[in-house]
């Protein structure tokens, strides 16, 4: 599985940016996608999941209200949809993939549950 993440940038705070990840392959509403980010000296977080038909959403404490996972098996696109940007959100951020299943599950939310990784991308919110 090969993940391709975009849509970061420069953003002030409480902007919004919606960061999107896309992967080629036949299989992948068999995954379970994830939104991870890791700040400078900080160890990598996961901000979001979602299971593999986006029956069951995990949302970290600092993402809940403001951030909005999706995604769209057809389109083979995972989406984070960022809102009340905080200068503290700064970060790269990754989207992740795991599994095959072949059954609906909560998404794992630790970094070493998941096979794939996307390259990364740079969100920087200014104050």
């Known amino acids: 599985v090969q993940l391709q993440a975009s849509g970061g940038g420069l953003v002030q705070a409480g902007g919004s940016l919606t960061l999107s990840c896309g992967t080629s392959?036949?299989?992948?509403?068999?995954?379970?996608m994830a939104w991870f980010r890791q700040a400078p000296g900080k160890e990598r977080e996961c901000i979001a999941a979602i299971s593999r038909n986006g029956g069951q959403i995990y949302y970290a404490d600092s993402a809940k209200d403001r951030f909005t996972i999706s995604r769209d098996n057809a389109k083979n696109t995972v989406d984070l949809k960022m809102n009340s940007l905080k200068p503290e959100d700064t970060a790269v951020y990754y989207c992740?993939?795991?599994?095959?299943?072949?059954?609906?599950?909560?998404?794992?939310?630790?970094?070493?549950?998941?096979?794939?990784w996307g390259q990364g991308t740079q969100v920087t919110v200014s104050s």
């Open positions: 392959g036949r299989t992948f509403n068999d995954y379970d």
């Open positions: 992740a993939a795991d599994g095959p299943f072949p059954d609906n599950r909560a998404p794992a939310t630790a970094p070493i549950a998941y096979d794939y």
